[in-house]
C-alpha cells in the first residue's frame, strides 16, 4: 500500500522554534497532503504538493518532497502554542491514474510549550 | 470560505440498530468520501463517490455500509447493524472542481458510539 509514516510520533519544543515532521511513503504518489488535527477535531488541511513538486510555502509552513526516497517533511517556523495539535500526512493516487483515496499515516503529535 | 459539514457531531446508538451520518459536501465538488478513525488510530478510507455511485471502496465498506446522495446536496452515510467496533469518528470529504486528485476538504466529523 502506498502507506505514509510520520517521525517523530511526538514533538515537544517551546515556543518559538522550529518544528520539523517527517512522512515516508512506499509507492508512487499523484500528491501528498498535510492535514492537522486539534484533539478530538477534524482535519484541517495545510498544503498540498504534487509530485512534480520539490518544495511549497504557506505561511509560516514549508513542505518538501522528494520522490526518488519517497519522503516529505513539513517544517513549522517560529512555532506557537496554537500549534499544538496532531500533524498527518497522506498520500493520493499514482502515475498511472490510480486511486484519488488518501492513505494517511499515524501522525506526529506536536506540543508547542509556552 | 465554504466548507464541508457534518451531523449530527455526535451519535449515540445501541449495537443492531441502523444510524445515517450526513454531509453536506462543498457546493461544487465533484467527488466525495467517507473516512473513519477509531480513536487514537489512523484516519482510515471507507469509500468514495463520483457520478451518483461508488467509485471505490475498502474492505471495511462491507455490506452493512451503504451510502446514498438523495438530492444535489447531501451525502450519507448509512450503517444498517452498527457493532461495537463500528464505535469511531467519521468524516466526509469531498474535492475536485477539475482533477479528482485535488485537495480534499473534510468535515468536522461525526462521533460515533456504540453501546
Known amino acids: 500500500s502506498q502507506q505514509g509514516e510520520e517521525d517523530p510520533q511526538a514533538l515537544s519544543i517551546q515556543e518559538g522554534e522550529n518544528a520539523t515532521m517527517n512522512c515516508s511513503y512506499k509507492?508512487?504518489?499523484?500528491?501528498l497532503q498535510w492535514y492537522r488535527q486539534n484533539s478530538g477535531r477534524g482535519l484541517v488541511h495545510l498544503i498540498l504538493i504534487r509530485s512534480n513538486e520539490r518544495e511549497k510555502h504557506s505561511g509560516r509552513l514549508r513542505v518538501t518532497l522528494d520522490t526518488s526516497k519517497k519522503s516529505s517533511s513539513l517544517l513549522i517556523t517560529a512555532s506557537r502554542a496554537a500549534d499544538t495539535a496532531s500533524y498527518f500526512c497522506?498520500?493520493?493516487?499514482?502515475?498511472?491514474?490510480?486511486?484519488?483515496?488518501?492513505?494517511f499515516g499515524k501522525g506526529t503529535k506536536l506540543t508547542v510549550n509556552p | 470560505e465554504p466548507e464541508v459539514t457534518q451531523t449530527p457531531s455526535h451519535q449515540v446508538t445501541q449495537m443492531g440498530q441502523e444510524v445515517i451520518l450526513r454531509c453536506v459536501p462543498i457546493?461544487?465538488?465533484?467527488?466525495f468520501y467517507w473516512y473513519r478513525q477509531i480513536l487514537g488510530q489512523k484516519v482510515e478510507f471507507l469509500v468514495s463517490f463520483y457520478n451518483n455511485e461508488i467509485s471505490e471502496k475498502s474492505e471495511i465498506f462491507d455490506d452493512q455500509f451503504s451510502v446514498e446522495r438523495p438530492d444535489g446536496s447531501n451525502f450519507t452515510l448509512k450503517i444498517r447493524s452498527t457493532k461495537l467496533e463500528d464505535s469511531a469518528m467519521y468524516f466526509c470529504?469531498?474535492?475536485?472542481?477539475?482533477?479528482?486528485?485535488?485537495?480534499?476538504?473534510f468535515g468536522p466529523g461525526t462521533r460515533l458510539t456504540v453501546l
Open positions: 509507492t508512487s504518489i499523484n500528491n
Open positions: 457546493s461544487n465538488h465533484l467527488y
Open positions: 470529504a469531498s474535492t475536485g472542481q477539475v482533477l479528482r486528485t485535488d485537495t480534499q476538504y
Open positions: 497522506a498520500t493520493a493516487g499514482g502515475t498511472q491514474g490510480g486511486s484519488e483515496k488518501l492513505v
